[in-house]
């Protein structure tokens, strides 16, 4: 299917797509659009473990403000902008190169779907977890999360019911917001985030209102009314209603077990282990969306309990009924191991099998010779 979508959002159209225009110049024409698309998500990762390996537990900003250096920071608001940049022109570059393919498009979106998670995950290092005097608590953290991974899952459902991806306006403002952020804490040290700012709230507060604000208020509105036009103009993609809300299960279920294991766990997983936890809750989600993602694509139908919910369900109901003891932690360690190495593994294979269906080659714009 020919690939649709539409942006709206002011700061996208008037101030970054300009930027954009003029970026993509420098790019030269051999480059394949999917290495621009790959090197971003790289950055984002690079930093990513950058900031683990000084915030493991995300106690640093709140503790001993200067445990993560300056240049730390810094260097997160430049891998940010350049992730933010080479994600807004692999499109532009594919169709500069006569290049755009069903693979490119699934490559974006696929990693897309898993660097949403990645940019939160980062992002919570700046405000750190709650030691009784600021900071965020962990409980937020996996909120915030999660409402971040429902405004991605509705854009692509969207998608998966429209044909077309109206690309969501909270992304533009979320990359922009989080290079700021960047470039404030680099400026000022993370004290900046632990004095309230207006009327006894703190920054943080304001970022949580403003997500859930943008949330309940425009995307999710947005993506209904989207649906609801498709439906009067008889342009939907599916005909039944089962049909049309069929990839909203597994990623349902997922948030669902994932809660019970959050509220119930015995031995506090979420406190314990916030940051192998959360990445688990990026995995997982992100697998599953890739599965709506290709079905959208390729015009099938998913199915309807993703795979990962099995092993899952398992793991969840023996941590809250005690069986696992004090091996939790390890147990969920195994767990994310193995959701991370099946979620790479299926990218892989996905990826190979369509760049031998297309007969391309990923990070390459030369032609595949026909054996």
Not at 141 to 157: G, R
Not at 218 to 243: C, F, G, M, V
Not at 343 to 369: A, D, M, T
């Amino acid at each position: 299917s020919q690939y649709s979508a539409v942006d709206t959002n002011p700061l996208s159209v008037y101030i970054m797509q300009p930027i954009w225009n003029k970026i993509i110049k420098i790019v030269p024409l051999w480059i394949a659009p999917n290495l621009l698309t790959f090197s971003g998500f790289v950055m984002i990762l690079v930093n990513y473990f950058l900031i683990s390996f000084y915030d493991w537990d995300y106690t640093a900003s709140g503790t001993s403000p200067g445990l993560v250096p300056t240049w730390v920071w810094l260097f997160s608001a430049l891998t940010t902008f350049c992730a933010y940049a080479l994600d807004s022109i692999d499109g532009k570059h594919a169709r500069r190169t006569q290049s755009s393919t069903p693979l490119g498009e699934l490559f974006d979106h696929g990693l897309d779907s898993w660097a949403t998670s990645i940019f939160v995950l980062s992002f919570f290092s700046v405000c750190s977890r709650d030691n009784g005097k600021t900071g965020v608590s962990v409980y937020t953290m996996y909120i915030y999360l999660s409402i971040v991974l429902f405004n991605f899952m509705c854009s692509h459902w969207e998608k998966y019911n429209t044909g077309v991806l109206f690309l969501p306006w909270g992304y533009d403002i979320s990359q922009v917001v989080l290079i700021a952020a960047y470039l404030l804490t680099g400026a000022v040290g993370v004290e900046v985030w632990q004095k309230p700012f207006l009327f006894g709230y703190y920054i943080t507060d304001a970022l949580v209102i403003l997500l859930i604000g943008f949330s309940l208020f425009l995307s999710l509105p947005q993506t209904l009314y989207n649906i609801h036009r498709a439906h009067l103009k008889k342009t939907l993609k599916n005909d039944s209603l089962y049909e049309g809300l069929l990839p909203l299960v597994s990623p349902l279920l997922l948030f669902i077990l994932l809660t019970v294991w959050v509220v119930l766990s015995p031995g506090n997983i979420l406190a314990k282990q916030p940051r192998v936890f959360l990445w688990m809750v990026g995995v997982t989600f992100s697998n599953i969306i890739c599965k709506v993602i290709v079905c959208q694509m390729s015009s099938t139908r998913p199915e309807l309990f993703h795979w990962f919910l099995f092993p899952l369900a398992l793991v969840v109901y023996a941590a809250i009924s005690g069986l696992l003891g004090w091996t939790e932690e390890a147990v969920l360690a195994v767990f994310t191991a193995l959701v991370t190495a099946a979620h790479v593994h299926y990218g892989v294979c996905v990826g190979r099998q369509l760049s031998e269906h297309l007969n391309i080659y990923i990070f390459s714009l030369k032609k595949r010779v026909q054996e």
